[in-house]
């Protein structure tokens, strides 16, 4: 269950308000282990190589692997960079806090029936493994079952900010000097928000306006219906992760992107000449718009992983 910590922080910003830090750490059995380099027959320098071997070739351990990986690439996709926060740490928009936990349910959920599924056949692979390492296997290096599932980690924990007044009590220069460092970082973390939400529009709009203008024949082009579907989510999601700064002209260029399409659907885009000019041009202005709007911001450092 998620807990609630606090970080150290300057005095509260409107982003450190409309956003909560999650910690989400998840660990797993190794399927690598160490081989004696004397099996490399060279006649180099044996301590300048590192050896070492599967010990399980399954398909259950990968399947949990990548599991976990879609999850955090999901978490990432969702959440501001933060460089700051450090690793496994994620800055997520309050508006988008219960969607996330409730994801992050039914990823355990789903998690734990993968594990259950390689424990079932984890007395299968030691004995295949057995067969195909033949001298390499080595007992040690496979643990039993009840210690293989207690590999098998998950945390998640909720942090928020808060102002470190205790080191009031040591320093009062070195309080300042914290509280300015971590004002500069969060501002500096809002400058990469502010970047990317723009980047991110940008790149929507522009790949809407392509998708709607004619060929070089003339013709209209081909989209499925889940372009014009996506786009409303794609959009959301970006209002709400544009909801813990305080930058007007982006979210009024939002809120007009929603209403183009509002009442508009694929088919009628598709089946209506003058809707689809209509929507294309609008498109186009609030493309061009948002890009005056970019060169009025500060010059903007930010990064993705």
Known sequence: MATATMVAAPANPAMLDRSIILHLRTGMLGSVAKVDSEIVDTDADKDRFKVTK????????KAI???DGSVRSWVRAVSLPADFLGASKYLIPLQLVEEVMHRLDEYRQTREGLI??????YPDLVERARVELKGQFDEADYPTAAQARKAFTYQRNLLTFSTPTALKTLSQGLFEREAKRMADTVQNAVANIEALLFDQMKKLLDHMVDRLTPGEDGKPKRFASKMVDGFGEVLELLSKRASVIDNEPLMVLLQETGSVLKGVDAKTIRDSESVRASVTTAFTDIAARLDAAVIDQPKRFFGTD
Not at 54 to 61: F, G, M, N, T, Y
Not at 116 to 121: C, G, I, P, R, S
Request: proline share 0%; glycine share 0%.
């Open 54 to 61: 599967d010990i399980l070739d399954s398909a259950e351990l």
């Open 65 to 67: 692997s990548k599991h």
């Open 116 to 121: 259950e599924k390689f424990l079932t056949a």
